[in-house]
């Protein structure tokens, strides 16, 4: 793909714009953007959990993904490259989507996984994190394919997709563990 020409002139809403893109920074920090980005996604993971509720953490999470792809999308205008790698929105709203695959366990036994009750399903979180970052990483098909789309739509397409698959993974984990420890009790 031709790169994108770079913006010649910042304004304030466009560096505005370029720093929420980069996560607040995490984007700039090495090795790894992307994973540091993943970071700063599990502290939104942690934020979105302190409401009560799937209606909320859910809303919030598709709100945040709508509003990422054009945060992308002008962002890689800004940088005049085509998917920057300072770019870790992408992975910061894909988090609580990875996190969801678990969280889903809890809403339907009528919970929520609160913060109080962190020490239950801390691990969850990192093994939502870990196969995230692996599915993020690999970009197995059809994964691979969704960065084909221009702008901040396969900007964000992807990571979406990795973390789709991580949440049925982890919610598919949880299921299992959950019915192997009711049948041995």
């Known amino acids: 793909m031709n790169p994108t020409p770079p913006e010649t002139k910042a304004s304030p ?11 607040l920074g995490a984007g700039r920090l090495h090795p790894g953007p ?4 993943s970071v700063v ?4 993971t942690l934020v979105l959990l302190a409401f009560p509720g799937p209606i ?6 598709a709100l945040l993904v709508l509003v990422s792809i054009p945060v992308c999308d002008h962002a890689e205008k800004i940088l005049g490259e ?3 790698g300072s770019v870790v929105l992408d992975e910061i709203v894909a988090m609580p989507i990875a996190f969801s695959g678990y969280a889903v366990h809890w809403w339907l ?7 109080g009750q962190i020490r239950y399903w801390w691990p969850a979180l990192v093994v ?4 995230f970052r692996i599915f993020d990483i690999w970009k197995p098909w059809p994964i691979r ?3 084909s789309f221009h702008g901040g739509l396969g900007i964000v397409l992807d990571d979406i997709a990795a973390a789709l698959v991580s949440a049925a993974l982890l919610g598919l984990g949880t299921v299992v563990l959950f019915y192997t420890r009711l049948a041995t009790a």
């Open 56 to 61: 909320p953490y859910l809303a919030a999470t």
């Open 82 to 84: 085509t998917d920057p």
């Open 145 to 147: 394919r969704l960065q």
């Open 13 to 23: 809403a466009s560096t505005a714009c370029l720093w929420i893109a980069q996560g």
């Open 41 to 44: 996604g599990v502290l939104l």
């Open 34 to 37: 992307g994973t540091w980005g």
């Open 109 to 115: 036994a009528g919970s929520s996984p609160s913060l």
């Open 128 to 131: 939502s994190f870990v196969l």
